[in-house]
């Protein structure tokens, strides 16, 4: 069957299902275990040659010190390594990226395993290659041309390739073994490396699921380049020499480190009751309990979920205490009765660029906006896992939205390869069943609930700035007529004075505070989306309509929706505008 990085591997080997998930309630006391199960990797890979002296100490130690180079710079993180277990360098990175980083491994072979195990000549390099496949996490076996392969010739070298293939674009930092030279035959060690400095791998040796999007743009990623003949290691990007971390992953562990620090008390609660919507273990096919890729993803899910909760309740109490700031710096600016009216403007107009500035350095809003495209991006990979679909989620972005989700798709690239466990099964009637309800349904009817509360907000506050703009004007008008009429009534003429300005520090904040909300733009965003479920969940109970196809299109509407929603939000600041 197809999987969700790739629909032409096959995946082996069955895990257990993460800390919190099995029916046994002891298992969610486990704190530890919880926070480990919900980090997200960083994914190595390999590629080498084979004729390596691999017990030479100065490489063995060049190796390991480039690994533990990368275990410093990634503290919080954990790592998954991808290798094809060929002999020579596969075999030392796995083995010494277990013992240094402790890593997990996913096995990408060119064949099933034992038409692979043909490949070894000697009892030796056959029991070095059973051991450290019974310690992978997983096996990826690409799928291209297996009838063709089976033998010899040019369509087996091309399998070899297509490992090559697959973990150049997979990792998100390549460790090659490589003397500099040539390669020495289709998808060497040479090979890999340009494919990984050029940022794409050619379409016929690509493992990715969906066809190459032309107007991607290509992004070089990490490479550590350790020279066999001098023992020397040079970190790349591209072409260019480059000190890691690459800017992406550091924020996957700064990501990883919250997690390890917040993921107790009532943020753990909070985790396991997102977690139980999302994917409520008395209400769901055995099947979704039984498959520990589904279970992974949905605790991913609601641990960003729950961050993203908590960010947004302080960025909304951020946007309140700036409305009001700006309230009281218009508010006095309006005074002629206040002899340190300007003292008091410049007071509250400077906390507002406080909060801004502290806000910043805090990453509020940017943590809210990223953790919950995160979320919703697993909210999607979830659903389309259990439904049948053998697609990757971070590959269904439009290319518009590659810069605004920065490192979002790297992790949701890291929680997906994390997730591979177990082959794919085509969705039954039940599965179905449970998609609509728990997602379908469930998202058309949170947006029509959001549409209410919105609506009547939206009213609200604008029936606010309309009045207070009206009786700001009103008093203006009362302020004239008493300067002509009574101009020895200036105590009214000062009260008139004050009243006016406060209305008119009323009404701009209002304006602030629901232009930095969104309302109107959210309204129409929750009105489409509750329609696009709607009719989603309808044709979804009518045969007729391909049950893969609709849960492919709501799935990448929600994902680029949710994407333009961030880049909207992001071009927005604390600060009010002039």
Do not use: C
């Given at each position: 069957m197809q999987a969700s990085s790739s629909p032409r591997a096959l995946f082996e080997n069955a895990l257990e299902p993460p800390l919190g998930f099995r029916d046994d309630a002891a298992a969610t006391t486990n704190m530890d275990d919880l926070k480990q199960q919900a980090l997200l990797p960083v994914i190595l890979g390999v590629t080498g040659h084979r004729k390596l002296n691999v017990n030479d100490k100065a490489l063995v130690d060049c190796v390991r010190a480039e690994l533990l180079k990368i275990k410093a710079q990634f503290p919080h993180s954990p790592f998954l390594l991808l290798t094809g277990l060929a002999d020579g360098a596969d075999r030392l990175v796995a083995r010494l990226a277990t013992d240094c980083l402790d890593a997990h491994t996913i096995a990408v072979l060119p064949f099933a395993v034992d038409e692979?195990?043909?490949?070894?000549?000697?009892?030796?390099?056959?029991?070095e290659f059973n051991e450290l496949h019974k310690l992978a996490r997983t096996v990826v076996v690409p799928q291209h041309e297996m009838a063709e392969a089976i033998g010899s010739g040019e369509a087996r070298n091309r399998q070899y390739a297509r490992v090559g293939g697959y973990i150049a674009e997979h990792s998100q930092i390549l460790i090659a073994i490589w003397d500099g030279e040539d390669a020495r035959g289709t998808g060497g060690t040479a090979d890999v490396v340009r494919w990984r400095e050029a940022g794409h791998v050619p379409p016929a040796f690509s493992c990715f699921d969906e066809k190459t999007n032309v107007l991607r743009a290509d992004k070089p990623r990490p490479l550590v380049h350790i020279d066999p003949k001098n023992y020397k290691a040079r970190n790349l990007t591209g072409r260019v020499e480059s000190a890691l971390p690459d800017p992406a992953l550091e924020t996957i562990d700064n990501y990883n480190r919250e997690v390890e620090i917040r993921l107790h008390g009532d943020i753990a609660a909070a985790v396991m009751r997102s977690r139980e919507e999302l994917m409520p273990l008395n209400n769901v096919p055995d099947s979704w309990k039984r498959d520990p890729g589904a279970v992974k993803l949905a605790l991913n899910f609601a641990t960003a979920d729950v961050l993203a909760g908590d960010y947004q309740k302080k960025d909304n109490t951020l946007?309140?205490?700036?409305?009001?700031?700006?309230?009281?710096?218009?508010s006095f600016a309006n005074q002629t009765a206040v002899t340190l009216n300007t003292v008091f403007f410049l007071l509250f107009m400077g906390l507002i660029l406080i909060l801004d500035r502290w806000a910043k350095r805090r990453k509020i809003e940017d943590r809210y906006f990223d953790y919950r495209a995160l979320a919703e991006g697993l909210r999607v990979a979830f659903f389309w896992r259990v439904g049948g679909i053998h697609r990757s989620v971070w590959l269904n972005y439009l290319s518009e939205h590659t810069n605004v989700l920065s490192w979002v798709r790297d992790a949701l690239h890291s929680a997906e390869l994390f997730a591979l466990s177990t082959n794919h099964?085509?969705?039954?009637?039940?599965?179905?069943?449970?998609?609509?309800?728990?997602?379908?349904?469930?998202q058309a009817n949170y947006f029509n609930g959001k549409i209410k509360s919105l609506s009547r907000q939206t009213k609200r506050w604008k029936r606010f700035a309309l009045v207070t703009f009206i009786l700001s004007w009103v008093f203006a008008?009362?302020?004239?007529?008493?300067?002509?009429?009574?101009?020895?009534?200036?105590?009214?003429?000062?009260?008139?004075?004050?009243?006016?300005g406060v209305m008119i520090g009323a009404g701009l904040a209002s304006e602030f505070f629901a232009r930095k909300k969104g309302f109107e733009a959210l309204l129409k965003r929750y009105t489409l989306s509750a329609e696009l479920y709607a009719r989603a969940s309808d044709?979804?109970?009518?045969?007729?309509?391909?049950?893969?196809?609709?849960?492919?299109?709501?799935?990448?509407?929600?994902?680029?929706?949710?994407?333009?929603?961030?880049?909207?939000?992001?071009?927005?600041?604390?600060?009010?505008?002039k």
């Open positions: 692979y195990r043909k490949d070894f000549t000697t009892p030796a390099q056959l029991d946007i309140l205490v700036v409305a009001a700031a700006f309230f009281l710096a218009m099964r085509p969705a039954a009637a039940e599965d179905l069943e449970a998609v609509n309800k728990l997602w379908l349904r469930n008008a009362s302020k004239l007529a008493a300067q002509l009429e009574w101009q020895r009534i200036r105590a009214v003429i000062h009260l008139l004075t004050a009243i006016g044709r979804l109970q009518i045969t007729q309509y391909p049950a893969d196809q609709i849960l492919l299109r709501i799935g990448r509407e929600a994902l680029n929706e949710n994407a333009t929603w961030l880049w909207q939000q992001k071009e927005t600041s604390v600060r009010p505008r």
